[in-house]
């Protein structure tokens, strides 16, 4: 089956792979994610555990992701999960 791909300027091409998944166990909430990605597809969320407060990140606009991965890259603790898109 076929996938996305894009083309660079140069002309050579690339399989965009978009973010499916965020390990919030994992997550520190460092925000560095959160910089890094320009399209809005991320937010920082606060949950209990234990009675006290913790706050990870979590995809809110998975539609929004263009694949470019720039949030792993930022990520000290490879808390994202990629995949390519089927066309």
């Known amino acids: 089956m076929a996938v996305i791909t894009g083309t660079r300027r140069n002309g050579t091409t690339w399989v965009p792979k978009f973010v499916t998944k965020l390990d919030k166990d994992t997550c520190i909430a460092c925000g560095r994610c959160f910089k890094a990605c320009a399209h809005g597809c991320l937010a920082l969320e606060e949950y209990e555990d234990d009675d006290v407060e ?33 066309a």
């Open 54 to 86: 913790k706050m990870y990140m979590t995809i809110v606009n998975e539609g929004t992701c263009i694949g470019c991965e720039a949030c792993s890259k930022a990520c000290p603790k490879n808390c994202f999960s990629h995949s390519e898109a089927e």
